[in-house]
Nanobody, 127 residues
Framework: QVQLRESGGGSVQAAGSLRLSCVASKYMFCMGWFREAPGKQREGVATIDGDGKIVYADSVKGRFTISKDATNNTVFLQMNTLQPEDTAVYFC????????????????????????WGQGTQVTVSS
């Protein structure tokens, strides 16, 4: 069974930065980050696929950067210019296959597409 191990959460002041890491126990084509704030549904933040294609949620474009170290099955999320509304539990997610349509495939920022989840790491941004 594939396992995901997350690290890097913490508390920062607004405009600060944090970097999250997630190591998978084996290669997964789709890897990404989701977050869940109190009282809200889990939402996609960013994904990266085995070909290097990246998808970002509109709310984090220009502030967050997802990257990977393919050799070590590791994905990173560099979060800059953090705001209080970014406060949430951040989850690493992975799946061996992307979502597939008639003429497309993509590692979407849709939680239901992912079958493997990490335990989550808390990110708290204070104003």
């Amino acid at each position: 069974q594939v396992q995901l191990r997350e690290s890097g959460g913490g508390s920062v002041q607004a405009a600060g930065s944090l970097r999250l890491s997630c190591v998978a126990s084996k290669y997964m084509f789709c890897m990404g980050w989701f977050r869940e704030a109190p009282g809200k549904q889990r939402e996609g933040v960013a994904t990266i696929d085995g070909d290097g294609k990246i998808v970002y949620a509109d709310s984090v474009k220009g502030r967050f950067t997802i990257s990977k170290d393919a050799t070590n099955n590791t994905v990173f999320l560099q979060m800059n210019t953090l705001q209080p509304e970014d406060t949430a539990v951040y989850f690493c997610a992975a799946d061996p296959e992307p979502a597939v349509g008639t003429s497309w495939y993509e590692c979407r920022t849709v939680a239901a597409d992912y079958g493997i989840w990490g335990q989550g790491t808390q990110v708290t941004v204070s104003s």
